[in-house]
């Protein structure tokens, strides 16, 4: 059955930006068949569904292209510690969660993500395959990626760098089996990734494998690319190189890798991203919680592909793309670029161009996947609607996402998600993650905590 969504604005987000007005999309099966004049679609499909568009706009689904969706567990704690943290726990809440546990705080992520108009994410995960088929009943496009890394875990706490074969082999071995598992499934909505973790904790023979293991595949990978400060200080100690130039000299970097953050890179690292035709993800607003940023403009001109992504104990694009566009301007000084329109791109063409899937996602067009959100226009903080796309970027909210559409399938409509159940969804991450920060204290009691926990719920 064909659905019309009709007499709406359309962004299509296509390449030269075209916005349409009283105007129709038409959805068959996953795809769209059509996008023009209300009139003109409604007469080529007289036997539809059809959807109300008017006093709404419909935008192409934002695809988050670097995040880890049980950091929910560490909302409203790890924001404000820095990175590495300086909490004193050897873990994180979320490295204590049972495998219940994880199913529940993966669909909490997933939920704010379909709420703030996401329909694709790149979840990056050790043991991501536990929670993968919770995630496929979503209805998210997903790329799903085994996070691993090969270094001495206890002995680089204490500043030595050793690497370990066998924790290679089964880093790759869970790749190869989540891939196996995942890669193509539910009509093509779930793909997978490889994920090695970060340059100071990947050495160079698992560098080469991962990617040539992401070639015959023929998937993409990722990786942390100058996330903190110490990563640095790491791999020019170990190396004697910046990370980037680490990668680059073990023929990582290349069109089928996504790097995530690039806060701290210089002029020579951003060269090497260029020319060797690496994808940022652009996290910006995790980066701007660090005090720090990517330097956009810079990466766009060596000729990265530039993609958004939230990170950690956030899913919220719409937030991502505001802080992105606040972040660069602010960075350079610059109170014209980049404009909503750039970010709005970056959020969705660009991120499907970084994920390689810009054939079939990231634009409204006819042929392509019907991966859209509808918001509602008619809003005190929205109205007048002269410029949607600039109006939706810098004053939208979540809450002005009335409608989700993923593969061709409603994940929520009229502000009601489909696919889960909310209510209890709320309830329980609610209750876990209360519990899972007391686990942390229990077992660390003499690590100082400067927060006092309030009474469990
Ligand atoms: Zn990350």
Same mark, same amino acid.
């Given at each position: 059955m064909t659905t019309i969504i009709q007499n709406a604005t359309i962004v299509t987000g296509d390449p030269g930006r075209t916005v349409l007005h009283g105007s129709a999309i038409a959805v068959d099966g996953d795809r769209i068949v059509a996008i023009g004049p209300t009139g003109e679609v409604s007469a080529a499909h007289p036997v539809a569904e059809r959807v109300d568009g008017a006093g709404k706009a419909v935008f192409p689904g934002l695809i988050n292209c670097h995040t880890h969706l049980l950091a929910t567990a560490d909302r409203g704690i790890l924001e404000d510690f820095g990175f590495p943290t300086?909490?004193?726990?050897?873990?994180?809440a979320r490295a204590l969660l049972t495998e219940e546990e994880r199913q529940v705080m993966a669909t909490l992520g997933a939920l704010e993500a379909i709420r703030s108009g996401t329909t694709c994410l790149l979840e990056i995960q050790a043991g991501v395959a536990g929670h993968a088929e919770t995630l496929a009943k979503t209805g998210l496009r997903l790329v799903l990626a085994h996070n691993f890394n090969d270094v001495d875990e206890a002995k680089m706490r204490e500043g030595a760098f050793q690497f370990l074969p066998d924790r290679l082999d089964q880093g790759l071995q869970r790749s190869a089996d989540l891939i196996g598992a995942w890669h193509g499934k539910e009509n093509g909505r779930v793909s997978c990734f490889m994920a090695p973790h970060a340059p100071e904790n990947c050495s160079p023979d698992l560098l080469r494998r991962a990617r040539a293991m992401a070639e015959h595949y023929d998937i993409g990978y990722t990786i942390h690319l100058s996330q903190s400060h110490l990563e640095v200080e790491a791999v020019m100690r170990t190396? /004697?190189?910046?990370p980037t130039q680490y990668l680059f000299a073990n023929d990582f970097? /290349?069109?089928?890798l996504v790097v995530a953050h690039g806060r701290y890179l210089d002029p020579s690292e951003v060269a090497l991203l260029g020319q060797t035709g690496t994808a940022i993800s652009n996290n910006a607003a995790i980066a701007a919680r660090r005090g720090a940023a990517a330097p956009a403009r810079e990466l766009l001109a060596a000729g990265c592909a530039m993609g958004m992504g939230t990170d950690n104990m956030a899913e919220d694009m719409v937030e991502v793309m505001r802080t992105g566009l606040f972040l660069e301007r602010v960075r350079r000084n610059d109170e014209m670029w980049p404009t909503p329109e750039d970010v709005l791109e970056w959020a969705t063409l660009g991120g499907a161009k970084a994920l390689g899937m810009a054939d079939a996602v990231g634009t409204l067009e006819? /042929?392509?996947?019907?991966d859209l959100f509808m918001v509602d226009t008619q809003r005190p903080h929205l109205v007048p609607t002269l410029r949607i796309a600039s109006a939706f970027v810098h004053q939208g909210q979540?809450?002005?996402?009335t409608d989700v559409m993923a593969d061709g399938r409603w994940l929520m409509r009229d502000s009601k998600v489909l696919t889960i159940d909310e209510d209890e969804v709320v309830r329980q991450a609610e209750r876990i993650g209360h519990e899972a920060w007391r686990r942390v204290l229990d077992r660390y009691p003499d690590v100082p905590f400067p927060i006092k926990l309030p009474p469990q719920p």
């Open positions: 300086t909490l004193r726990f050897p873990v994180a190396r /004697g190189v910046k970097l /290349g069109p089928r006819a /042929g392509k996947k019907a979540p809450a002005d996402i």
